[in-house]
């Protein structure tokens, strides 16, 4: 499998305090990535880093063949990011945000115009085209928030903790979407507190007080720790911590 995320020995340090230290993992094409950690384990920080919006202390990391050191420019151009805030204008239509990300990213006129009703027939939103976001449901912004994050087809989509505060259905259909992504070859990085997430990646790394101490499918990890869920391996762990702020 091409690797599209690339880290050797990635380590950020804030004075004496080491939030990352020595990272060393690689993420797939078309893969979903789950990056997990309680409050305080660093994997903001390592976000960041991996955006190219933070510039590491020392170690080695690639981002779609760009150098974080280097290239995180061309890092930005090439990926989608969705954080828990969704990233949405609420005083623009819903037509207004998918033209706005989309010239954003680069693409021509044309593309957006075709892309912006593919992205309203896809996600039902027709009827609400002229709508502003904010009288948006929740869920229905999140779903937007992530299509609007990858309309410009980047190889790698980061997900910031994006299920936070929807229920569990309008949950499961936002990770229809992942899938869906995945399945045309975007790579999804994703972090959550929702340990049934977890179960839905094809890989999961578990991060504590700045090192990654478990990385593996969720059924070997399962296995691993003896647990029944994913829940359970990650209080095995994390309840092991020693520090609790970012």
Known sequence: MEQVIKTEKLTKRFG???????????VGKGEIFGFLGANGAGKTTAMRMLCGLLKPTSGKASVAG????????????????????????????????????AGIYGMRTKEIKIKTQELLDELQLQNEAKTLVSALPLGWKQK???S????HAPDIV???????????VTRRQFWDLIYHAADRGVTVFVTTHYMDEAEY?????????GVIAALDSPANLKKQYGSENMEEVFYQLARKAK????
């Open 16 to 26: 004496d305090f080491i939030a990352c230290n020595e990272l060393s993992f690689e």
């Open 66 to 101: 760009y150098d974080v050191f280097t290239q995180t420019e061309k890092i930005k151009m090439s990926i989608g990011y969705m954080s828990q805030k969704f990233s949405l204008y609420d005083d623009l239509t819903v037509s207004e945000n998918i033209r706005f990300y």
């Open 144 to 146: 937007l928030a992530f």
């Open 148 to 151: 609007v994050s990858i309309v």
């Open 158 to 168: 980061f997900l910031d903790e994006p299920t936070g505060g929807v229920d569990p």
């Open 201 to 209: 990646c094809n890989r999961v790394s578990i991060m504590v007080d």
């Open 243 to 246: 520090r609790s702020d970012n």
